[in-house]
């Protein structure tokens, strides 16, 4: 790779509970430089077997530059605080430093949700805002990222806020509408439930909905149907966000690597 690429360019890698994806990302515009490679997420996903899938994402693109990682978990410090939707034996790991150890490259972790929140503050549906912005990414759970005048606030999990007794996502996420067999009217219904007690509780100035719901051919199928003081936007990164996300939160590494 040449010296000018190394000063623009990240592998953002996303792990996710079907699959571990990840491309080469330009932090200037946000665009991914060449086709995703996608691994099925071992199982169980212990870390040994997830670091392998990355260690050959790695190998993939034959990258030698930084490398920034999404992970579904909270990620305190460096470690992995919570384990709801992965094995239990990464509590406690300092997953950018075991990605270092493993494919000898500078590496930077961060939760999911608020990968995809960065990517859209930097590049999508956030861009250029300074009040107070959420991001919710709704799919198998309801993920969240939260932005004060532009500074993200890590870590938050307002998917499960409680709405009448129910937890958020259990309520309104996407794997609900599946498993019950709902319309989409029938589901607008319960995530405008949702959003009641999001905007109650954090009165946001901006909503974006992220996550597979977001697609053009789906938002339109539901998004008339919901009503919100705060303005209520689809998300515009797609199945990017959480590579690009991922990318960004390790930019600060190209700096140490520049001659």
């Known amino acids: 790779m040449n010296a000018i690429k190394q000063k623009v360019e990240v592998l953002g890698i996303d792990v996710g509970g079907s699959g571990i994806k990840g491309a080469p990302v330009n932090i200037e515009s946000g665009e991914l430089v060449a086709e995703r490679e996608r691994i099925p997420t071992p199982q169980p996903a212990t870390p040994k077997a997830v670091l392998k899938v990355i260690k050959k994402i790695v190998a993939h693109f034959d990258w030698t530059g930084p490398i920034g990682c999404a992970f579904p978990a909270r990620i305190k410090h460096g470690a992995v605080?919570?384990?709801?939707?992965?094995s239990k034996d990464f509590l406690g790991v300092n997953l950018a430093s075991q990605i270092s150890d493993v494919t000898g490259l500078p590496a930077r972790a961060l939760n999911d949700a608020d990968a995809a929140g960065i990517a859209e503050m930097?590049?999508?549906?956030?861009?250029?805002?300074?009040?107070?912005?959420?991001?919710?990414?709704?799919?198998?759970?309801?993920?969240?990222a939260l932005?004060?005048?532009?500074?993200?606030?890590?870590?938050?999990e307002f998917g499960?806020?409680?709405?009448?007794?129910?937890?958020g996502e259990l309520l309104a996420s996407d794997r609900?509408?599946?498993?019950?067999?709902?319309?989409?009217?029938?589901?607008?219904?319960?995530?405008?439930?949702y959003l009641d007690r999001v905007e109650f509780l954090l009165a946001p100035d901006l909503i974006i909905v992220g996550g597979g719901v977001?697609?053009?051919?789906?938002?339109?199928?539901?998004?008339?149907?919901?009503?919100?003081s705060a303005e209520l936007v689809p998300a515009q990164m797609s199945n990017?966000?959480?590579?690009?996300?991922?990318?960004?939160?390790?930019?600060?590494?190209?700096?140490?690597?520049?001659p």
């Open 81 to 86: 605080a919570t384990a709801t939707n992965i």
């Open 122 to 144: 930097r590049f999508g549906a956030g861009r250029n805002r300074r009040d107070v912005v959420l991001l919710l990414t709704v799919g198998t759970g309801i993920g969240s």
């Open 147 to 156: 932005f004060v005048d532009g500074t993200l606030v890590p870590n938050t």
């Open 160 to 167: 499960h806020f409680d709405v009448g007794g129910t937890n």
């Open 176 to 193: 609900t509408r599946k498993k019950k067999e709902l319309s989409w009217k029938q589901w607008a219904k319960r995530l405008q439930k």
């Open 214 to 228: 977001s697609r053009p051919d789906r938002a339109e199928l539901y998004f008339d149907r919901l009503e919100t």
């Open 240 to 258: 990017a966000a959480g590579i690009v996300g991922a990318a960004l939160c390790a930019e600060d590494l190209l700096a140490a690597r520049t």
